[in-house]
């Protein structure tokens, strides 16, 4: 059991690293479309990536019907190109750093949003949101009290995935997980493929798209496909709050991606701030009842 578990872990880091890095892809994108056109091809191309798992996995739920599941993958990708089109639109103006650190806010949203619908939050999301708040404002916040439009966009974002992260736990044990994934990234890519059409014209020369083959490739294989496929194994073997933890890695590693691949800095203070968003992501998802001895929260 615990060589599942330590696969398992070690497919999930494997995840965070594949999701940081994707978010210098989709910076990269950005110089040659426009935030509709790459997440079009993007989510079509880990669409069509999954579509050959679909024979070597059956419907996990029988009696799931085919109605169903196209509501269900309507509604979720209407939820997804709502984040994923913030969050692109974001990077236009923001840095791959600041928007991996800012979008790894939803771990906290997630269950803030959860008591609309009676879900509980522990003080120790609270904590955690706190401190999210404080390095999201030394990260995006100027000393001059300037505000970067990237950085809210991509924040509306993850208030978006937060809502999406609710609504497939409400749809997944209805709807086979493969299929459904499969239906939202394809209403997700319509949805991006129509506001393209509409809004980004002068940007949609094929020219365009060859030039920024390597990052489509890299954000719809191995960001939708691979990973969300290395997702899944693992979360056989580990706790959902066990997986989020490590998969919040994915904003330090989107950091060193943008050093690295990008030549980005961050200054004391936003180094400072994205500390403290870190550490507030791992707090709201650590199990501080458990780790409270039953004496000490007996004698409360």
């Keep these: 059991m615990n060589n599942r578990k330590t696969r398992a872990d070690i497919l999930l880091i494997v995840v965070a690293i594949i999701w940081g890095l994707a978010f210098v892809a989709q910076r ?15 989510f079509l191309l880990g669409a069509l990536s999954l579509l050959p798992l679909l024979l070597f996995f059956k419907n996990s739920v029988p009696g799931d019907s085919f109605s169903g599941l196209v509501k269900a993958g309507a509604l979720a990708g209407v939820v997804l190109f709502l984040g994923a089109t913030l969050q692109q639109a974001g990077l236009v103006y923001t840095t791959a750093s600041n928007a991996g650190f800012i979008t790894g806010l939803y771990i906290v949203l997630v269950p803030i949003f ?9 003080a120790n999301t609270w904590a955690g949101a706190l401190l999210g708040a404080v390095g999201l404002y030394m990260l995006s916040v100027s000393e001059a009290f300037s505000v970067n439009p990237g950085d809210l966009l991509v924040l509306a974002g993850a208030g978006a995935w937060a809502i999406h992260v609710l609504l497939i736990g409400r749809l ?32 949609l020369a094929l020219e365009n798209f060859t030039d920024a083959l390597i990052p489509i490739a890299y954000a719809g294989l191995l960001s939708v ?7 899944v194994f693992a979360q056989k073997d580990a706790p ?12 330090v590693f989107a950091a060193i991606g943008g050093w ?14 994205c500390g403290l968003m870190l550490a507030g992501m791992l707090l709201s998802q650590l199990p501080l009842h458990k780790l409270i001895p039953l004496k000490a929260r007996a004698s409360s």
Excluded: W
């Design 28 to 42: 990269m994108g950005m110089d040659h479309l426009g935030p509709f056109a790459f997440n079009a091809a993007r």
């Design 114 to 122: 959860g008591l609309s619908i009676g879900e509980r939050t522990r």
């Design 172 to 203: 997944a044990p209805k709807h086979d997980n493969l299929r459904l994934a499969i239906s939202q990234f394809l209403v997700c890519a319509l949805l991006s493929a129509i506001a393209a059409l509409i809004l980004e014209q002068d940007r």
């Design 225 to 231: 496909g691979v990973a969300y496929t290395l997702q």
């Design 240 to 251: 959902a709050s066990h997986a989020a933890i490590i998969m919040s890695l994915e904003t």
């Design 260 to 273: 690295l691949m990008l030549n980005e800095q961050l200054n004391s203070r936003e180094l400072f701030g």
